[in-house]
């Protein structure tokens, strides 16, 4: 297909019927019996593998077709706290997408993620560059350390970061207290966001870091060598090599983040309590569903609500791939 | 030496093994048997046990001196976390169908939801009508509906106002009794020491009950419910008595005398036990919260009556205080009503326990009314004799009902609050916005509703 698409039918198509007349001649030429008996072992084969999976099957189908399954079943039925429930097809997602607790949510989201990403994803790009061009002690040292913050649980690094921005033990307020800059409430309104941000960069750029790093030392050296007797110093080597080099893993890391980033629920879940009249129950719409369901027992709304957002999270990681597909590898 | 060990380590590792298959085997077992209910319930001869969620302080003791007393039944205890993440482990279990416990500890405001969706037993089927006459009036008609008992009360939250003896005379500031005086001396407070706040306004949704209170104690009765007259629900957050303490508290926060912090954090804490805050209003289940989380300032904190909105005025509030519920899972009603009724009940061991340790506000009648009860000094509160302030906070708290949707809400108090500390909206539209959202969603609901 992919050669199809470059080279335009006239030139792709004397190949492929090669490739296919190729394959096909050694069948031809065989007899019948020695065909069937091949048959069979394949089909042995088959049956063999299908008995390998199923216990794969089993549980992929226990524990995500069926509690999908239900979930959706769920979310095309209305229910009320007074009136009972009822089927009513797909009336729960019309009121999703109307339903201004979830689209400011998403907005939200989108918001953070527009800031927070670009920043999280150059600093990470940045690490493995760095890494990639010194090989010292230093370097690895420096990898472990921005790596350590993947390994604490993300409930454990925002209970952390609630402290830390904690307007009586923070540091960050005794600091802009001594310079007198007065009080900065890192967990009130208008800072709420870059203090989630904050956490979720601190947690993520290692690993995001670790996988560009990663693409980094499976590139062929011998390119470097060309480069470098070209007369390319190393910024020049890195924009114009390494990074386009390394674009696929790139595309890979953003699509990854933009996901996280659209379904984002544990920080700010962990930081309700101490910020509640900021974080709002409809903060993000991950947060907006679990609210819905386990404190306002509407359970059949948060079902639609959590399939819409899947619904946004597919669209919107299908169009990035699609913008992407000539970078991502993925043609 | 290695041909000793080595059989010893195998045998271990077959033990591990046989232990870790025995454990799955119970489990599975265990799943398979909790089909309905809690499963705690023995078919055979011995006593049933009654598995019970409650995070009341002290209540092992309780516990054991039920287990202690009775023969037939037995209480399993588990502390499933306390409020909100108590309720969304209920809430859920009832949903699924299974996994709920047999008596769960609810607080009022909770019990109209919980009962709506279904998940309460009626325990006046079970005989607990015979003891209406041994609870305070107010909170039996919260727990009950006509015949209908739905929960056996326990604890209140009469409101009152706790403050440091020591910074008041620091100060020099006066005990106040309207609640124009207490904006006096809170402002007279801030100027003296501009790190210290007459309070914090609590504006998080764990306070949610607390501004409740504040506006139960000005007169406002937002809502008109009965479960057995549904779908009619009246609902009045906006009325003139709410939006005048939202007005107070909003021009409070305006000048910058009073602090804002979170409730149930740390940095909440930290005031409470530092001095930044020179007044606590609290409830009656406060002193045990407040010896808790500052241990370090005991002795130097008085009880004052809640400020009035007249002079000489006599109005209360509440805030918070529990009960015990029979779910509607269980499988042994007749034995799960019996430990909701007799726990703590009129019990004076109980009692002695709720009150000497856990510090809990009785509202049992007879304990309430005890010479014991109303004498008892506090040496956190430099052996004041503070249930002479409680008790008649108690004896002035009127009717008042809850939502069936009281989650709800309390978040969209919350939220709106949260607005206007940003200076989004003003304080004085926060009434009328959550008045509109709540009738909407009540609307939304199925309910009939009347403005």
Redesign the interface.
């Known amino acids: 297909m992919s050669l199809l698409r470059q080279q335009g039918p006239a030139t792709a198509a004397p190949p492929s019927t090669v490739r296919t007349k190729g394959l096909r001649a050694p069948m031809t030429g065989s007899g019948a019996g020695r065909r069937n008996g091949r048959q069979s072992a394949h089909t042995r084969h088959q049956a063999m593998g299908l008995l390998l999976i199923t216990p794969f099957g089993l549980l992929f189908a226990a524990f995500l077709v069926a509690p999908l399954a239900y979930a959706f079943w769920l979310s095309l039925r209305t229910s009320?706290?007074?009136?009972g429930d009822h089927f009513s097809w797909f009336a729960n997602y019309k009121q999703t997408f109307t339903d201004p607790h979830f689209t400011s949510g998403v907005r939200r989201v989108v918001v953070f993620g527009l800031v927070q990403i670009p920043v999280m994803l150059g600093l990470a790009l940045l690490g493995a560059l760095i890494i990639d061009e010194v090989s010292s002690k230093l370097a690895k040292v420096f990898r472990m350390t921005l790596f350590m913050p993947y390994a604490v649980p993300a409930v454990i690094g925002a209970l952390m970061w609630g402290?830390l921005y904690?307007?009586?033990?923070g540091p960050v307020n005794s600091l802009s207290h001594a310079l007198g800059t007065g009080k900065v409430d890192l967990l009130?309104?208008?800072l709420m966001l870059t203090s989630l941000g904050n956490i979720v960069t601190w947690q993520w750029t290692g690993y995001n870091m670790i996988v560009l790093y990663a693409a980094l030392q499976g590139l062929p050296r011998e390119v470097y060598e060309a480069a470098k007797l070209d007369g390319a110093g190393q910024i020049q080597t890195a924009v114009r090599i390494k990074i386009p080099m390394i674009s696929s893993a790139m595309v890979l890391t953003l699509m990854f983040t933009i996901i996280g980033t659209l379904q984002f629920f544990t920080e700010p879940r962990v930081l309700e309590?101490?910020?509640?009249?900021?974080i709002?129950?409809d903060y993000t719409p991950n947060l907006y569903a679990y609210?819905l369901a386990?404190?306002?027992?509407e359970?059949n709304y948060s079902a639609a609500i959590s399939f819409s957002l899947g619904a946004v999270v597919f669209i919107g990681s299908y169009l990035f791939l699609f913008a992407a597909r000539k970078r991502s590898g993925l043609k | 030496m290695s041909s000793t060990r080595r059989p010893t380590s195998r045998s271990v590792r077959r033990t591990a093994v046989a232990a870790t298959s025995a454990a799955l085997a119970g489990v599975l077992l265990a799943a398979c048997g909790s089909g309905g209910g809690s499963g705690s319930g023995t078919t055979g001869s011995g006593p049933v046990h009654i598995k019970v969620w409650a995070w009341y302080p002290q209540f092992k003791q309780v516990v054991a001196e039920f287990n202690k007393t009775h023969k037939d039944v037995q209480v399993d205890w588990v502390q499933a976390g306390v409020g909100?993440d108590e309720?969304?482990k209920l809430?859920?279990a009832l949903?699924a169908g299974q996994g709920a416990p047999d008596v769960v500890m609810l607080e009022f405001q909770e019990l109209p939801?919980i009962q709506?969706?279904k998940g309460l037993l009626d325990m006046g089927k079970y005989g607990a009508n015979a003891d209406k006459g041994n609870y305070v009036d107010w909170a039996w008609k919260q727990a009950s509906d006509g015949e209908h008992v739905y929960a056996i009360p326990v604890d209140g939250g009469p409101m009152a106002m706790m403050y440091r003896a020591d910074l008041f005379k620091k100060y020099n500031l006066k005990v106040p009794t309207t609640w124009a005086e207490y904006k006096e001396e809170a402002a007279k407070l801030h100027k003296a020491d501009p790190n210290a706040y007459m309070t914090d306004f609590g504006?998080?949704?764990?306070a949610a009950g607390w501004r409740q209170g504040l506006t139960w104690q000005a007169g406002s009765r937002p809502y008109t419910y009965s479960a057995s007259k549904?779908?009619d629900i009246g609902v009045k957050l906006n009325d003139d008595n709410a939006k005048k303490v939202y007005e107070y508290w909003g021009d409070l926060v305006k000048n910058k005398l009073v602090d804002t912090?979170?409730y149930?954090?740390?940095?909440f804490y930290?005031?409470l036990s530092t001095g930044k805050y020179a007044t606590y209003i609290a409830a009656g289940w406060g002193p045990g919260y407040l010896s808790s989380v500052a241990k370090k300032t005991a002795g130097k904190w008085r009880v004052a009556p809640l400020p009035q909105w007249t002079a000489g005025g006599n109005d209360q509030g509440d805030w918070g205080g529990s009960s015990f519920s029979v779910t509607s899972q269980t499988q042994h009603p007749k034995e799960a009503t019996e430990v909701a009724r007799e726990l703590f009940g009129t019990s004076d061991a109980a009692w002695k326990i709720g009150i000497d340790q856990a510090y809990l506000f009785p509202l049992a009648t007879p304990t309430l009314n005890s010479e014991y009860f109303k004498d008892k000094k506090y040496d956190f509160f430099g052996g004041q004799q503070i249930n002479k302030v409680f008790v008649p906070a108690a004896n002035g708290i009127g009717a008042f009902d809850w939502s069936?949707?009281q989650?709800?809400a309390y978040?969209t108090d919350?939220?709106e609050?949260?607005k206007a500390?940003?200076g989004q909206t003003a304080w004085s539209a926060v009434n009328d916005n959550v008045q509109d959202q709540i009738t909407s969603y009540a609307a939304?609901?199925?309910?009939k509703v009347s403005k």
Do not use: W
């Open positions: 009320t706290l007074v009136g402290f904690s307007p009586t033990f009130g309104h208008s309590p101490t910020a509640s009249s900021v709002t129950p609210n386990f404190q306002y027992s359970f | 909100q309720y969304t809430k859920t949903k939801t709506l969706t504006s998080d949704e764990t549904l779908p912090q979170s149930a954090t740390t940095d930290n005031g069936p949707f989650d709800f978040n919350t939220s609050v949260g500390l940003q939304k609901q199925g309910f």
